[in-house]
């Protein structure tokens, strides 16, 4: 439970530094950029490194490789339909997380299973 | 199109929005480990790259555009969302840095210093990030200077609806 709650505060506190970082830079197409930092990676990783050692760290991160490429369609669904459908942000952004889902785990049993 | 810090942006942003960024972040490293844990590293590296910042990111820049517009008298709903989008365009082009990333930490984690390697790994990530950004905004300027030649120069770019509309967004 302790782990979680510092996962959970050094995650937030990651997060919210690049989140920051996105909101001071214009245009917004290089803010964006930080939308896809890796934050989540930077936090997690220490912590992993620490407890379960480098081999197991470097296996996450091979899995990574996959959930990023999974991110960069989720990206380019969500501004494809924002720019050209002016869809509502909100469902587009939380119902294309099927496109996330469904890359990540295509491409995890087509690669690494 | 330069890159340039502003501060006005911040003033947007009310107190709990921080908090709703910090709880979508903390929320997804907490999973990761979580699944981490219970299935595998394999499966839990997934996590690494979940786009957990994205949604919520996205919802408040629509809700700021919608927000500024309505200050001026006029309906913003749809300017929100193609804000948002633009912003989305710019976290795909992140996520070819955040492979390099994930590639780096890969192949050196294990023969490295693991504050050297994330060092490395996250300038890495930046300038491959950066990289995409800049090739996508010279081939945009090229592809808009063979179309339309006059607003290349900066001459009635207004009468070119159709080729500034990215471009009107991306402010």
């Known amino acids: 439970m302790k782990e979680i709650l510092v996962r959970f505060v050094v995650g937030g506190v990651v997060v919210s530094v690049f989140a920051l970082l996105g909101d001071l830079l214009k245009p917004k197409s290089f803010a964006g950029l930080f939308g896809a930092a890796p934050s989540v990676a930077l936090a997690t990783l220490v912590l992993t490194v620490s407890k379960r050692g480098k081999e197991y760290a470097g296996l996450e991160a091979r899995s990574m490789l996959i959930g990023a490429i999974a991110f960069f369609f989720y990206a380019l669904v969500v501004s494809r339909l924002l720019i050209r459908r002016k869809v509502p942000v909100l469902p587009v952004t939380g119902l294309s997380m099927a496109v996330w889902f469904a890359c990540a785990f295509g491409c995890w049993y087509a690669m690494l299973r | ?125 930046l300038a491959a990030s950066m990289m995409v950004w800049e090739l996508r905004e010279t081939l945009y300027r090229r592809i808009r200077a063979r179309l339309h030649p006059a607003s290349s120069h900066g001459l009635h770019a207004a009468a070119q609806p159709g080729s500034s509309t990215h471009r009107r967004f991306d402010e």
């Open chain 2, 1 to 125: 199109m330069k890159v340039k810090f502003d501060t006005s942006g911040l003033g947007l942003s009310r107190w709990y929005e921080y908090v709703i960024r910090f709880v979508f972040g903390g929320t997804i490293t907490a999973l990761a480990g979580i699944v981490a844990e219970r299935y595998g590293p394999e499966i839990g590296g997934l996590f690494l790259a979940f786009p957990a910042i994205l949604p919520a990111a996205a919802t408040l820049i629509e809700k700021h555009e919608k927000e500024k517009k309505e200050r001026a008298g006029l309906d913003g709903t749809l300017r929100g969302r193609v804000t948002a989008g633009v912003d989305a365009a710019g976290a795909a082009m992140g996520s070819v840095g955040l492979m390099v990333f994930a590639l780096i930490v890969w192949l050196k984690l294990a023969n490295s210093s693991l504050s050297l390697v994330l060092l490395g790994a996250t300038l890495a990530w």
